[in-house]
């Protein structure tokens, strides 16, 4: 059973910073895209981060460049999401997602955590 369980999310100041981290288990996911998505109340699921299995390409949503920095640990088959100079409006739900073998960074993603709540206070 392939499971992917989120950690690292909590209430934060704007400005500030945190780091979510996503082990996954169940499989190996280290020749496989990760990423991470987020839903705010009221709206859609969105499209925030992916790395590519060689981690070596990353996209990013454009409301996030330059503030949030995915990376992942084939080892740990883990990803992780840091997020600096957080603003209110990044405060959602944050799912990590793994996609198929050899897949693009951007997706498609096939396999789903139960997310963590991110709010950041004004």
């Known amino acids: 059973q392939v499971e992917l369980v989120e950690s690292g999310g909590g209430l934060v100041q704007a400005g500030g910073s945190l780091r979510v981290s996503c082990p996954a288990s169940g499989r190996t996911f280290s020749r496989s895209p990760m990423g991470w998505f987020r839903q705010a109340p009221g709206k859609e699921r969105e499209f925030v981060a992916g790395v590519h299995w060689t981690g070596i390409t990353t996209v990013y949503t454009d409301s996030v460049k330059g503030r949030f920095t995915i990376s992942r640990d084939n080892a740990r088959n883990t990803v992780y999401l840091q997020m600096n100079s957080l603003k209110p409006e990044d405060s959602a739900v944050y799912y990590c997602?793994?996609?198929?073998?050899?897949?693009?960074?951007?997706?498609?993603?096939?396999?789903w955590g139960q997310g963590t709540q991110v709010t950041v206070s004004s």
């Open positions: 997602a793994a996609g198929r073998p050899y897949g693009a960074a951007s997706g498609p993603y096939d396999y």
